[in-house]
């Protein structure tokens, strides 16, 4: 059995000082592929530094809306040049934030458009940010039309209307821990939307541990706890959801890795 973390931040400070060790953890857990998600440049580069290093992770990397207020040609020009790399295969995570609202909204919206365009010149997918923002995420993508290459809602919390005008779209749904916590019913009801090829994983280690780690640090290993949850509201085996969602990643990043187990 093979899962596949589609959006960790192994890069992120609680995590970095040992990711030889979690990386380990999580292959002893069946989750055989990881892409690292860098927002910033500090994570990032650091993103770069652990897909260079180990065959079975991949980087993603993107300017997060939260940090909109900080993108200029300069950051532009360094974000063609780290999309350009060879273990690159999306760009994000990219889209709204208005919990913590740390750039203007209108400043992320720009920001957001931006990229949805420099993905679809590279014929690159997309990873999408949403907190508190779903209606805007919908419309920003509604009108700049997402990539031919596809694109995912990371970590989605909607409900099910919303899950079907993003599948609508073309976009794939991954679903976290929050799928697994007992308040998500309505993240769960949108689950049962989902079709099986449009269906993805993962942490957002390390946040939102999943039940029954919750409260606790995040890591790699426990997107099994996910595939779990999934598997029962899809009626299926976890080894069917674990092979599903593997290849839909695959298919999505267009990264097939020869000889990583």
């Not at 990032?44 to 065959?55: D, N, P, T, V």
Request: aromatic share 10%; charged share 30%; hydrophobic share 40%.
């Amino acid at each position: 059995m093979h899962l596949f973390d589609t959006h960790t931040h192994l890069n992120a400070d609680d995590l970095y000082d040992d990711t030889e060790t979690y990386i380990q953890r999580a292959q002893e857990s069946f989750v055989s592929y990881m892409a690292v998600v860098g927002f910033d440049r500090t994570s990032i580069s650091r993103s770069l530094e652990l897909s260079e290093k180990y065959a079975n992770l991949i980087s993603v990397v993107g300017c997060h809306p939260t940090e909109a207020k900080h993108y200029d040609i300069n950051f532009e020009k360094d974000l063609l040049d780290w999309l350009d790399r060879d273990k690159v295969y999306m760009l994000g995570e990219i889209g709204l934030d208005y919990y913590w609202d740390d750039s203007p909204r209108d400043v992320q919206a720009k920001v957001f458009r931006r990229q949805i365009a420099i993905a679809k010149e590279l014929h690159l997918p997309i990873t999408i940010h949403n907190r508190e923002a779903s209606l805007d995420c919908y419309k920003i993508l509604k009108e700049e039309g997402i990539p031919e290459a596809g694109g995912i809602m990371h970590s989605f919390g909607g409900d099910s209307e919303m899950v079907k005008k993003f599948l609508d779209l073309g976009m794939h749904i991954s679903f976290s821990g929050v799928l697994t916590f007992k308040k998500s019913i309505e993240v769960r009801e949108a689950a049962k939307w989902v079709p099986h090829d449009k269906l993805l994983i993962e942490t957002d280690a390390p946040y939102l541990a999943p039940v029954p780690k919750r409260g606790k640090k995040n890591e790699p290993a426990y997107v099994k706890y996910v595939a779990e949850t999934l598997a029962e509201i899809k009626e299926l085996s976890v080894e069917e959801i674990a092979e599903l969602t593997t290849r839909n990643a695959m298919n999505l990043f267009k990264w097939f890795p020869e000889g990583v187990d």
